[in-house]
């Protein structure tokens, strides 16, 4: 496959570009093809870069509960203490992570709820 840092999922485009993991995918496609998907300003830009870091966070956190991460506490306990400045911010969000504007991350976040 000729990747550097080999992973699931990958995506090649059609230059022949290979990039591998979820997140640096949807990102590489929203900069090369759709750039208003990364944000329209700075602040869009690092708003979507903090929520991308929490999601990413919860997900690695989940994945590790379904492959044998054991503990004293219940995994509900957890999981809602793991995830919840996640949900806090989606809880208070109508639309998109930038209200009116899709980002890439609106993607892989649809994808975990």
Do not use: R, W
Not at 43 to 59: G, I
Not at 76 to 98: C, P, R
Request: net charge negative; glycine share 6%.
């Amino acid at each position: 496959m000729g990747l550097c840092l080999p992973a699931l999922p990958y995506f090649t485009d059609k230059t022949g570009e290979t990039i591998s993991n979820t997140i640096p995918i949807l990102k590489y496609i929203a900069e090369k093809y759709y750039p208003d998907l990364l944000g329209n300003s700075a602040d869009d830009k690092a708003l979507v870069e903090k929520v991308a870091k929490e999601a990413e966070e919860a997900n690695t956190f989940i994945l590790q509960l379904c492959h044998g991460g054991h503990t004293d506490q219940p995994m509900e306990m957890q999981l809602v203490a793991k995830t919840k400045t996640l949900a806090s911010f989606l809880e208070n969000k109508e639309g998109f992570i930038l209200s009116d504007n899709v980002s890439y991350m609106d993607f892989y976040i649809f994808e975990m709820v």
